[in-house]
């Protein structure tokens, strides 16, 4: 069983709305209240850049380029990251993963492609 599950990538009209959901099926509930929990973005030929973050605390932080228009979040009772992503443009197009890092090891979901259409 992986560590994280991706899941409401598809593709969409520019300006269109997608909300991206991100399970962690192998944590326990304790663990995963203390865990920081981010999403990222890749594109061809580029490197992951990180997207959005969210701490045990529920402090955010966002890429400026996504500032405004996406929204992260979590709900621990399920384990649950979300990234409520609005006003959608072509270079939001990728595969988003979500992430944490446990005692120096980053953990990966497998991804979920998004594709905004021009």
């Known amino acids: 069983q992986a560590h994280l599950v991706e899941s409401g990538g598809g593709l969409v009209p520019g300006g269109g709305s997608l909300r991206l959901t991100c399970k962690a099926p192998r944590m326990i509930t304790s663990e995963y209240n203390t865990k920081t929990l981010n999403w990222y973005r890749q594109t061809p030929g580029n490197q992951r850049e990180l997207v959005a973050s969210i701490t045990s605390g529920r402090s955010v932080n966002y890429a400026d380029s996504v500032k405004g228009r996406f929204t992260i979040s979590r709900d621990n009772s399920r384990k649950t990251v979300y990234l409520q992503m609005n006003s959608l443009k072509p270079d939001d197009t990728g595969v988003y993963y979500c992430?944490?890092?446990?005692?120096?090891?980053?953990?990966w979901g497998q991804g979920t492609q998004v594709t905004v259409s021009s």
């Open positions: 992430n944490y890092n446990a005692y120096g090891t980053d953990y």
